[in-house]
């Protein structure tokens, strides 16, 4: 069955940054994108980007252009999210998903468990 | 970019009621859309894809309707294990969802 593993919770100074793992397993890695989406306290769910395992491209939000970088390891299965210059707004649980369907619009069938980030002096 | 407004942000119901939310877009995604459920400490649920087809293992309880700018999802008769907070995902241009709504008990 398909399964995405996240990385666990960390806590990060402002100004640092996380890198925020998402391990899958259950189906080829290569073929479907792999989303990133967080979730600020009390607060609704917000799309940041993808990238694609196969070839390694990535789209991100404007928002976050410049401060967020998608990546993957396909010896191993696993993307990664890492975000820069940290600002206590960027306190958040962050999830990776995949699509139902290999093809790039699609909604998310599955996701990871989330990982808690939080920006504290 | 495309927005997503849902209404109402928070409903009150009891078991048993029939729940309809509503989701517009600030323009046409054609029925690229869908609905998820997430409760408190979980990952977002996916319900209904492409406005109206309902994922497996999702309860017939559960629909979906609309195409263009304009979607309601619809509980027809709510259970203890649907309060929770619904929101809406167009993916016909990169991915947005709506702000949510949250089903709480009357």
């Known amino acids: 069955q398909v399964q995405l593993v996240q990385s666990g919770a960390e806590v990060k100074k402002p100004g640092a940054s996380v890198k925020v793992s998402c391990k899958a397993s259950?189906?080829?890695?290569?073929?479907?994108?792999i989303h990133w989406v967080r979730q600020a306290p009390g607060q609704g769910l917000e799309w940041m980007g993808w990238?694609?395992?196969?070839?390694?491209?990535?789209d991100y939000v404007q928002k976050f252009q410049g401060r967020v970088t998608m990546t993957r390891d396909t010896s191993i299965s696993k993307a990664y999210m890492e975000l820069s210059s940290l600002r206590s707004d960027d306190t958040a649980v962050y999830y990776c998903?995949?699509?139902?369907?290999?093809?790039?619009?699609?909604?998310?069938?599955?996701w990871g468990q989330g990982t808690l980030v939080t920006v504290s002096s | 970019d495309i927005q997503m407004t849902q209404s109402p942000s928070t409903l009150s119901a009891s078991v048993g009621d029939r729940v309809t939310i509503t989701c517009r877009a600030s323009?046409?995604?054609?029925?690229?859309l869908a609905w998820y459920q997430q409760k408190p400490g979980k990952a977002p649920n996916l319900l209904i894809y492409?406005?109206?087809s309902l994922e497996s293992g999702v309860p017939s309880r559960f629909s979906g309707s609309g195409s263009g700018t304009e979607f309601t999802l619809t509980i027809s008769s709510l259970q203890p294990d649907d309060f929770a907070t619904y929101y809406c995902?167009?993916?016909?241009?990169?991915?947005?969802f709506g702000q949510g709504t949250k089903v709480e008990i009357k």
């Open positions: 998903a995949r699509g139902i369907a290999a093809r790039s619009a699609s909604p998310f069938g599955y």
């Open positions: 259950g189906y080829t890695f290569t073929g479907y994108y």
């Open positions: 990238i694609n395992p196969n070839s390694g491209g990535t």
């Open positions: 323009q046409s995604i054609s029925s690229w």
């Open positions: 492409k406005a109206s």
């Open positions: 995902q167009q993916y016909n241009s990169y991915w947005t």
